[in-house]
């Protein structure tokens, strides 16, 4: 069965004199026919299976980003009207080196035409697109695996919405696939339309991590755990094999947290980075919709008798994110004046006894040289988001979208362009990366309530937006 459908503003923000701009993706692209243009509009280099995967060409639904051709994709409609889980969807394969970064991204594209019907991302037609690590290389087992939705009933229709997800090959990893599903649990309809596809392949940089069991591969040893922590290492609930740690809420008791955390030796002046991997997931206890559960990643500094001197935490999972896509977190924090430890914790908060979980892996903690670190390669197609909550008081987060892992920087300025911070200043992750402004200057000193800016730098290009602290 084929369905045929019918047939940006730019903003421009002169500020310090810091001009955004957006560079195409320079990466070596793994896959064949990445835009769908091969004789004319067809699957020639991907392998496709079930009925859903189609073309949209200039004869067809005239929908595609670039050039005159584009994937489309809907459901399968088999044994309706009883609902069944179906799956359709077209990939291509790899060879892949243990350690190596994988990144699958592209664009996506939903049309009022043919729009998929609801708003519950994990109950209804969704397209996926996946990177899975297989342990044949031909047929075999999935031993890994990262996939972000594409689009679902809540994408914003008749827009191109570029897509990423990356994840690392684990030993034994003997295929890697580039893959997109459609998944359709009843028979509603609705399709998704996918162009300028790319498959890279990165180095992930080596770190002087010094947490202990950072990957959870020898179950929770080196980590003081409270309320409901468990070791996990089900495929899905997994970074990189063999372990995770699951998080949920200590029910009957709103507003308490369950976590866990570890604790090392500190000095006043250390620069420090702490980042996590955490993910939800449709496949169990998801956090969306109206759920209020979250959880942080967190920072506390201790003084000698053991009094709190600063504390700085961001979010990393909450409605709000992303539903089966392992995302990284990082903040970047100096120790204050007195410290002589840090702890690092994850923490999940229950506000009220709702359902939900989180799964973190592969953390890190990195006590940076203070000689700072050398620019790695050139930015492309960076972005820098609104910070949030906005205006703010006193902690706000600000995340920016790296398309490979490669060196940013991230600066505070006041409303006359007097630098305040370095926020960040380091290689960033491929995907989306958070770092947090407690409002203190260089000196940790409290700055005053107004309007700032904030820039980040990445070789060539630079993107500034404003924010507002309020006290």
């Not at 009022?112 to 342990?135: K, W, Y």
């Not at 002589?340 to 939900?356: A, E, H, M, R, W």
Request: glycine share 10%; aromatic share 10%.
């Amino acid at each position: 069965m084929k369905r045929v459908l019918s047939i940006v503003c730019v903003l421009s923000l002169v500020i310090l004199a810091a001009i955004g701009s957006e560079a195409h993706a320079q990466c070596t692209n793994l896959l064949a026919n990445p835009g769908f243009e091969a004789s004319g509009g067809s699957y020639d280099g991907w392998f496709t299976f079930g009925s859903g995967p189609q073309m949209s060409t200039p004869a067809t639904d005239n929908i595609f980003r670039s050039g005159s051709a584009a994937a489309k994709i809907y459901g399968e409609f088999t044994n309706c009207p009883i609902p069944q889980f179906d799956v359709g969807g077209f990939g291509q394969a790899f060879t892949p080196v243990t350690g190596r970064v994988y990144e699958l991204s592209g664009y996506g594209f939903v049309s009022s035409a043919d729009p998929i019907p609801g708003t519950d991302p994990c109950n209804g037609n969704r397209l996926v697109a996946q990177v899975a690590f297989f342990d044949q290389a031909s047929e075999g087992n999935v031993i890994s695996r990262n996939e972000v939705i594409v689009g679902d009933g809540t994408t914003t229709l008749e827009q191109w919405k570029k897509f990423s997800v990356s994840t690392v090959a684990p030993p034994g990893a003997l295929r890697v696939e580039a893959l997109f599903l459609f998944l359709q649990p009843g028979c509603d309809t609705g399709s998704v339309f996918v162009d300028d596809v790319q498959f890279c392949e990165t180095t992930e940089m080596p770190v002087a991590n010094l947490l202990v069991n950072p990957s959870f591969d020898l179950g929770l040893t080196g980590w003081t755990t409270f309320s409901n922590v468990y070791h996990d290492t089900r495929i899905f609930a997994t970074r990189t094999p063999i372990g995770s740690a699951k998080l949920f809420g200590p029910f009957g008791d709103p507003g308490a947290a369950s976590g866990l955390f570890q604790t090392f030796p500190a000095a006043p002046g250390e620069a420090w980075t702490y980042s996590v991997h955490a993910l939800t997931t449709c496949t169990e206890d998801p956090i969306y919709g109206t759920n209020d559960n979250f959880a942080t990643a967190k920072l506390i500094f201790n003084a000698a008798g053991g009094a709190v001197l600063d504390s700085t935490e961001i979010t990393i999972v909450d409605n709000t994110s992303p539903l089966g896509r392992w995302t990284k977190h990082r903040m970047y924090v100096t120790s204050p004046a007195g410290a002589v430890s840090v702890s690092v914790y994850v923490l999940f908060i229950q506000p009220t006894d709702q359902n939900g979980a989180i799964w973190v892996d592969d953390l890190e903690l990195v006590k940076l040289d203070p000689t700072g670190i050398a620019d790695g390669p050139q930015p492309i197609d960076i972005e820098l988001h609104q910070n949030h909550p906005n205006p703010f008081n006193p902690t706000t987060t600000i995340s920016f979208t790296l398309p490979v892992a490669q060196h940013a920087k991230v600066e505070i300025f006041d409303a006359k362009g007097a630098r305040v911070r370095v926020l960040f200043d380091d290689m960033g992750y491929a995907g989306l990366n958070n770092v947090s402004w407690n409002g203190t200057d260089a000196n940790g000193n409290r700055v005053a309530s107004g309007a700032y800016f904030y820039r980040l730098t990445s070789g060539a290009s630079k993107v500034t937006r404003k924010m507002v602290l309020l006290k």
